[in-house]
């Protein structure tokens, strides 16, 4: 079969040569061979021209329509055509649908056109149409290979357009592949967790199912219900899990007994308009809920280990101004506004990058071996400071460091500012719903969810500065404070071994011990600057500290990897394998059972969850009890199959934790496991 395809292939590729005019010329790629087609060989200014991106995968291999269902990516076309010439999206075919238990997708086997319109201006005036597209698309069978290719022909511009004869057939067959567009609409209501439609004036078909086009409208494959009474057709089915907000207006496409697709739209009931009552009434409870579980999240982070060391640089500052109500709530205030301002500013970052099509997800910032030991430097030379070593001014520290011990509001404020650095990778409880509905939603909406956050990680210090009985239970100044400064240097060390490790397991033993060394000169630095501090005199000092500094972040840059780094605990974990989409497609196919968990070295909460619950000998054991097989995402470096697959379940950061049982959707567990959890849910799985 594939030999008579590459025959065929071959002729209408050589046939194509004899007419350049209106096809590009195959190109092959994996699994996939690809041309685009025009329907005339020559045109004129003021016509529209239709152009076919012609597919044709190998056996039993397809690509994905506009919803591709539960997996799988659209095709897509970026054209580049010459100025004032217009191109229309794309007209689909009617989609097939394709079951991989629990998933349903939508798509397209075997040879596949996708048509486009285009529209020349009346005044264009060039003697040719160069015509450019750029196009990805994914391929799939039982594994999925994205692919992209460029296409590119010209079309002579004449007083009088000629068809091209090549592209006749093609084009016909085409447009009889799409569904027919009727010039009716219906409407659809969401009640009862579940999509519902009453369509009148559809033509004397059995319709036996239909697509949505709006993605996390439905759950794609839960049972389809159509049903012809008094007139109208009633279609049903189940609510997608990630479900958000209805859609005032989306394509729905019919499909009968003998293939033929129907194409109409669907508006929404009036009270699921966007500015409908109930919409507006649910949006605004669901709002309220999220707030109120950001601002928990937010609180629950100062109790964080990555973050409480930041934390008490601030308490010992409150507690310096015991006795001055104003400036400790000028303090508790400028810290605040650092916190909530840092987060928002994190989150117009993340947003934009999400807009610009990056894949990044919360906590982003730690995927980066430079900042995390950026960040490992910053808390070990503020642990110096507190132990005495050295006392930052205005010098290169005071951007960091000597920032956050100033007293006042810049003091405040940037310590504000660092403790969010630290603190939001430690995704916390009622954090992660919290991201992730706010990533779903228009920007000023998400910044909303940021701010509660941020209130929520403030609001200790907002509460000690504002009711003076707990600012009463603050012990008053003295030489205690001086042990304390040196003591809370501990903290900081512990810190910046943990930042240490992040960066060893996502660059290797030798950039760690790189590191270290930058460690040492970095705190040689101190050591210098102190020196000169007390004295003030000489420039020796001041010029070594500063070369110290330049070959501790050499020594850094130097130490990072620009690949992926192997670790040796991959190597010897016997119950879990390294997750891949690929892999776990394969299992999921085989019927077997697949627990999937999604975690990154920085994730404090990940890294209890597996030694309290997922390492232990009692998960071991209910994992080989049932056959489960243990898959482990590692987002301790930028992923973006990893981001992709927290995406689907609507998250924006680890831990994520979700189980595959055959016959059953996929059940998604606590961000927080108990010893219990695994065995209970696979016992109650088993039994189903």
């Known amino acids: 079969m594939r030999l008579f395809v590459t025959l065929l292939c071959s002729i209408l590729f050589c046939f194509s040569a004899a ?70 999206p794309i007209q689909w075919p009617t989609p097939q649908f394709f079951s991989i238990p629990p998933m349903m997708n939508y798509g397209f086997a075997g040879p596949t056109v996708l048509l486009t319109e285009l529209k020349i201006p009346a005044d264009f005036a060039l003697s040719e149409l160069d015509i450019a597209a750029k196009v990805d698309w994914l391929v799939c069978e039982e594994i999925c290979i994205p692919a992209d290719a460029s296409f590119r022909f010209s079309i002579p511009v004449t007083e009088s357009a000629e068809r091209s004869a090549y592209a006749a057939e093609l084009i016909s067959k085409a447009q009889a592949s799409q569904p027919q567009p009727l010039a009716l609409s219906g409407y659809y209501d969401i009640a009862g967790g579940s999509f519902s439609a009453a369509i009148a004036g559809l033509p004397d078909e059995d319709f036996q199912g239909f697509f949505v086009a709006a993605t996390e409208l439905v759950d794609h494959a839960a049972p389809q219900q159509l049903l012809f009474s008094e007139g109208e057709w009633l279609l049903r089915q189940k609510l997608n899990t990630y479900f958000t907000q209805a859609p005032e207006q989306f394509e729905l496409v019919l499909v009968s007994a003998n293939g033929q697709g129907y194409s109409l739209s669907l508006k929404a ?15 605004g409870q669901a709002l309220w809920l999220v707030l109120l ?22 308490a010992l500052s409150i507690a310096g101004n015991s006795g001055q109500r104003k400036q ?73 460091g000597g920032l956050t011990q100033q007293k006042g509001a810049k003091g405040s404020f940037f310590t504000g500012v660092l403790a969010v650095v630290v603190a939001s990778p430690c995704t916390a409880p009622f954090m992660g719903g919290a991201l992730g509905y706010a990533v779903t939603q228009p ?7 940021f701010v509660a956050l941020g209130l929520g990680m403030a609001l200790p210090f907002l509460l000690l500065a504002y009711i003076p009985a707990l600012a009463r239970l603050l012990p008053k100044p003295g030489a205690w404070m001086d ?32 590191l270290l060394c930058g460690a040492v000169a970095l ?65 999921q196919a085989a019927g077997k059972p697949v627990l999937v968990n999604m975690t990154a070295d920085w994730c404090i909460t990940c890294l209890v969850n597996e030694r309290v619950a997922l390492n232990t000998d009692s998960s071991k054991a209910a994992l080989a009890l049932y056959d489960v097989t243990y898959l482990k995402g590692d987002w301790t470096r930028r992923d973006a ?28 567990l606590p961000q927080i496991l108990t010893p219990d959890t695994l065995r209970q849910t696979l016992e109650r799985l088993s039994k189903q």
Request: proline share 5%; glycine share 8%; with cysteine.
């Open 328 to 400: 400790q709530q000028s303090d508790a205030l400028w810290y605040s506004l650092g916190v909530v301002l840092s987060f928002v500013a994190l989150a117009g970052v993340l947003l934009a990058l999400r807009a610009a099509g990056a894949a990044v997800g919360w906590g982003f910032q730690l995927q980066s071996p430079l900042l995390v030991a950026a960040l490992a430097y910053l808390l070990f030379a503020l642990g110096l400071s507190l132990s005495g070593l050295v006392q930052f001014g205005l010098g290169l520290m005071n951007a960091g």
């Open 443 to 449: 920007p000023a909406l998400a910044l909303l969810v």
């Open 641 to 668: 199959a990893i981001t992709a697959y927290l995406h689907q379940y609507q998250r924006d950061g680890v831990p994520l934790y979700v189980l595959y049982w055959p016959g059953q959707p996929a059940e998604v």
């Open 293 to 314: 579980m950001a601002a928990a999240g937010g609180f629950i982070l100062n109790l964080m280990p990555c973050v409480f060391p930041v934390l008490s640089l601030k």
């Open 483 to 514: 042990t304390l400064k040196q003591l809370l240097a501990y903290p900081l060390y512990l810190s910046a071994i943990w930042l240490a490790w992040v960066f060893g397991r996502q660059t290797g033993i030798d950039a760690l011990a790189l």
């Open 19 to 88: 007419a350049p005019a209106s096809s590009s010329g195959w190109q092959q790629a994996k699994h996939l061979q690809a041309e685009l087609v025009s329907e005339y060989q020559t045109v004129q200014a003021g016509q529209s021209v239709l152009l076919a991106l012609h597919f044709i995968p190998d056996e039993h291999w397809h690509t994905y329509w506009i919803n591709p269902g539960d997996s799988g990516l659209p095709t897509s076309i970026d054209w580049q055509l010459p100025q004032g010439v217009t191109a229309g």
């Open 523 to 587: 705190a040689a630095a101190c050591w210098l600057w102190g020196r000169w501090q007390l004295s003030q005199q000489g420039k020796a000092e001041p010029v070594f500290a500063v070369g110290f500094v330049v070959l501790a972040l050499w020594l850094v840059w130097f130490a990072t990897p620009t690949g992926p780094v192997a670790t040796s605990a991959q190597a010897t974990a016997a119950h879990w394998q390294s997750w891949s989409a690929e892999k776990q497609a394969q299992l």
């Open 269 to 283: 009931a009036e009270h699921l308009a966007v500015a409908g009552q109930r919409e507006t009434s649910n949006s």
